[in-house]
């Protein structure tokens, strides 16, 4: 998928073929081995990887998961999309990911931190502030991120809080961090709204994923007067035509663990849900869940990415063609959670801390800003926002690697 749309990017933005295929292609892959002692006195070794895929802009940035899908294919993929995003939002930052191929809810706190340590020393000739800075994903927290930043610290000898990001603010992480990426989906969702002519408070919105992302992004939209009607996680999906009292579902899972089993809503099939009716569509946890077979069924007005690659090639093509849809490229909607990021390592270069709401206020005006960048070019060049969108990434990288030439 992002090798495909890289190309249909390229293609129009005619890359000579140097630049093209050193755009293209990651700097670093590593793949490491990470043994670790589990609780029961046994070894276990696990496969850890993390792609850089490109310096030319600055350090790499990206996020660090445990899953046990976790592969080198994917975290590629996902490096190459935050080089985008980095690009499109001028971050100064390349792209990168990570993870470990585990099943972290098999684990213990003990054997999630000694295989967290293992993996941040065999990285540690490859990570630095000024060369790749983690942060948490999926299977992480900024538990995770602790650990990371104690183990290169205690490593370098003193401590070094810009190694990571999505700390705890106890050891100077960024106030508005931890929901940044749902706040970002919701507040260019309303953006969205009002170019179409739609009052937030007359707004309905469904949900797809009620992990950070979703969550956060549910909590904003109710905040600015959008009725959640349908919400769903991996244990089935809810619906209610009322409205979803999010706060009172927060609480339910905070008890139960998933969503399932809420009284005051209709369980429905997930599916199904994605394809209702609703002036909002915001897929927010797995890629590829709006593909083919359910494109050209999608029944909203506005269809907010915050998953990483949640619409196939094909499904994107389906939309398109169909231009009844805006929609909000997920390489801009859930680069709020990235942003904050820059502000966190910049607030930790300078030792610095800014408030709250300074965070939000620095996001917010840096999201619109580039919201309307991508409307302007995708009208002035007759584009789909995503193209749009990564056009200007990729030309941005293209330029940067032009400009400083090819080392011999």
Known sequence: MAVSQFDRVADFLKLPADIRERCKWPKRIITVTVPIRRDDGTTEVFFG??????LTRGPVKGGLRYHPDVNVGEVAA?????????????????????GISCNPSEMSDGELERMT?????????????????????????????????DTYSTHSGHLVPSI????????????????????????????????????????????????????????????????????SDASGALWSQDGI?????????????????????ESIDPNEMLTRKCDILAPCAVGGVIHASNAGRLDCKILAKGANGPTTPDADLI??????????????????????????????LQRFQWTEKEVISKLETKLHATFEQVMSYAAKHKLPK?????????????????TRGLFP
Request: glycine share 10%; charged share 15%; aromatic share 8%.
């Open 49 to 54: 990887h993390r792609v850089q895929h490109h």
């Open 164 to 231: 990571v990001t999505g700390k705890p603010i106890s050891l100077q992480g960024s106030a508005g961090r931890t929901r940044a990426t749902g706040h970002g989906v919701a507040f260019l969702s309303s953006i969205a709204l009002s170019k179409l002519g739609i009052k937030e408070e007359s707004a309905t919105a469904i949900i797809q994923g009620f992990g950070n992302v979703g969550l956060y992004t549910a909590v904003t939209l109710a905040s600015y007067g959008v009725k959640i009607i349908g919400i």
């Open 117 to 149: 340590r293992r993996f941040t020393m065999e990285m540690i000739p490859f990570i630095g502030p000024e060369i790749d800075v983690m942060a948490p994903d999926m299977g992480t927290n900024e538990q995770t991120m602790a650990w990371i930043m």
């Open 319 to 348: 939309i398109e063609k169909r231009d009844d849809i805006l929609m909000i490229p997920d390489i801009l909607c859930n680069a709020g959670g990235v942003t904050v990021s820059y502000f966190e390592w910049v607030q930790n």
């Open 386 to 402: 995503r193209m749009s969108a990564q056009a200007i990434a990729i030309s941005t990288v293209a330029n940067a690697k032009s």
């Open 78 to 98: 996902l490096a190459m999309w935050m080089n985008w995003k980095c690009a499109l939002l001028d971050l100064p930052f390349g792209g990168g990911k990570g």
């Open 245 to 265: 009292d999010i706060h009172a579902l927060r609480a339910y899972v905070s008890d139960h663990k998933v969503i399932s089993g809420f009284p005051a809503a």
